[in-house]
């Protein structure tokens, strides 16, 4: 993750809490059922899923999302 800070899995739950994950689906490639077991806690998220969520929540805050 270059420029991309180290984002807990925690943060990720907390920050998507208020979003349409379908929409977040859409917007970042990975599928609904994916992003459903993360913030539910049955599974841990890759090193890749967080780094593709991360870009997408930085985008959101920059008003790009």
């Known amino acids: ?3 991309t800070r ?3 899995i925690e ?5 998507l809490r208020d979003h349409n994950l ?3 689906a859409k917007a ?5 059922d994916t992003l459903y077991r993360l ?5 841990t998220p890759s090193p890749a899923t967080v ?8 985008g959101a805050t920059d ?3």
């Open 28 to 32: 970042t490639g990975l599928s609904n």
């Open 39 to 43: 913030m539910h806690g049955v599974t």
């Open 11 to 15: 943060e990720i739950r907390r920050r």
């Open 6 to 8: 180290q984002i807990t």
């Open 1 to 3: 993750m270059d420029n």
């Open 63 to 65: 008003g790009q999302t």
């Open 51 to 58: 780094a593709v969520i991360a870009l997408y929540l930085k």
């Open 22 to 24: 379908s929409a977040v």
